[in-house]
Nanobody, 121 residues
Framework: QVQLVESGGGLVQGGGSLSLSCAAS????????MGWYRQAPGKQRELVAT???????TYADSVKGRFTISRDNTKNTVSLQMNSLKPEDTAVYYC???????????????WGKGTLVTVSS
């Protein structure tokens, strides 16, 4: 079994900061890309940021310059530092990992259960 567990969500005032973390555990041979997605009420899930195994990052235009994604390959963790938060950043944030469970397994996507971030105006 593979589990992704997020932590760090909560309530913050607009302009404030929050840091999210996600730890992958279980039977893991290799983790490829990791990322954060979010889903606001009534909206579809959208990509926030991704980071490859080689630390190449991508960001949604809406968070560029405000959010920073990082990972620790030794601990199988990925983090998201969120600064200058806006009310429109309010959403459930989901951790994602594309990984392989065994040397001969296929790469598959796994998701955490999500953590709620609420930004007040």
């Amino acid at each position: 079994q593979v589990q992704l567990v997020e932590s760090g969500g909560g309530l913050v005032q607009g302009g404030g900061s929050l840091s999210l973390s996600c730890a992958a555990s279980g039977s893991i041979f290799r983790i490829n890309a990791m990322g954060w997605y979010r889903q606001a009420p009534g909206k579809q899930r959208e990509l926030v940021a991704t980071i490859s195994s080689g630390a190449t990052t991508t960001y949604a235009d809406s968070v560029k310059g405000r959010f920073t994604i990082s990972r620790d390959n030794t601990k199988n963790t990925v983090s998201l530092q969120m600064n200058s938060l806006k009310p429109e950043d309010t959403a459930v944030y989901y951790c994602n990992a594309n990984l392989r469970r065994g040397a001969w397994s296929s790469d598959m996507n796994y998701w955490g259960k999500g953590t709620l971030v609420t930004v007040s105006s």
